[in-house]
């Protein structure tokens, strides 16, 4: 029988695993970091400016009609009678509230009804010279208040010194009853008071801290994942830098609204129908000047963190 040789041939095919090239981003410089910035802050202030003021104007414009409409029907002393009544029915008097009108008030005898408050209620121990320049500050920023409201442009209620502040013949004047709602939301004390001073805070210093997180931070990229309660806590501001810049103007919007509702309350009793519907208008055009602007700054920090990161897309290259 003829024996079969069986030899094994080696596979001369050659397997290659091909592994792809990971591409990385360059780090950013400070200069074109700065330009991220910049591009983003520019944006914000763009966007909120050109919403905001047109709509302010438009607001200023509609309280003038409103305004002419009272003086041309002689509806004015009806709405100073009404300012006088509901004071005496509010009880802020019981709990030392004054009404401080501008129009008869000068700058210097404001400036002595708040000035010793200022100097009794301001100390920072230890720090003599920062205490006095904190004090100038403050002095300052309610002195340009007052001259605002002395020039129809404003007006308002100060818990530190218990005043309203008003202008009683200025466009003004129907918001005094509004200004009351605020100093019964403080004095009641409770949730309103609450929404009163958290409002003032978080809607003047939340929006600047969410923008420059918003401009600062870069933005992650698909699939990676923050490291660190930090980074975690930045990313979520940035990603939600919109949506919590409307949040911050949330206790303001409420806490105005119900003062609103308060100061029209107060007047249904002494007012007629027909300027109470005027007082209604111009509560609520005064109260959308809120919405708007907080509408306008959530928009604009919104755009700037996309200006920003588009900015800084750009340099960051992948090598």
Not at 150 to 159: D, Q, R, T
Not at 240 to 266: Q, R, V, Y
Not at 270 to 278: D, Q
Request: contains cysteine; aromatic residues 10%.
């Amino acid at each position: 029988m003829a024996s079969s040789v069986s030899s094994t041939v080696p596979d001369s095919t050659q397997y290659y695993i091909v592994v792809p090239q990971q591409k990385t981003k360059k780090k950013l410089n400070v200069l074109e970091s700065g330009l991220g910035v910049m591009a983003g802050a520019a944006t914000s202030s763009l966007v909120k400016n050109g919403i905001a003021l047109p709509y302010s104007n438009l607001w200023s414009k509609y309280n003038n009609t409103l305004y002419d409409y009272l003086k041309s029907n002689n509806h004015i002393s009806a709405f100073e009678n009404n300012t006088q009544k509901c004071f005496e029915k509010s009880g802020l008097k019981d709990v030392g509230v004054k009404v401080i009108d501008a129009s008869k008030t000068s700058v210097e005898e404001y400036e002595k009804m708040i000035n010793p408050v200022i100097e009794k209620v301001i100390k920072f121990k230890n720090f003599p010279e920062l205490e006095n320049m904190y004090k100038k500050f403050i002095k300052y920023l309610y002195k340009a208040v007052f001259k605002m409201v002395k020039a129809g442009e404003n007006s308002f209620f100060a818990p530190a010194f218990n005043m309203i502040i008003g202008n009683k013949n200025s466009k003004m004047l129907p918001a005094l009853p509004h200004e009351m709602g605020h100093a019964i939301n403080y004095h009641n004390g409770g949730l309103l008071k609450y929404l009163q001073i958290s409002g003032a805070l978080s809607s003047k210093l939340a929006p600047p801290v969410i923008l420059l997180t918003a401009l600062f931070k870069n933005k992650k990229e698909e699939g990676e994942k923050p490291k660190g309660i930090f980074d975690k806590v930045t990313t979520f501001v940035k990603d939600n830098c919109g949506k919590l810049t409307f949040l911050a103007f949330i206790p303001t919007l409420i806490e105005e609204a119900s003062a609103s509702i308060k100061g029209i309350d107060l007047s249904k009793q002494f007012l007629s129908k027909e300027n109470l519907g005027v007082l209604k208008r111009f509560n609520l055009a005064a109260w959308s000047t809120y919405f708007v602007f907080a509408l306008a700054s959530s928009l604009g920090v919104n755009l700037a963190s996309k200006a920003s990161d588009g900015v800084k897309n750009h340099f960051r290259k992948e090598v």
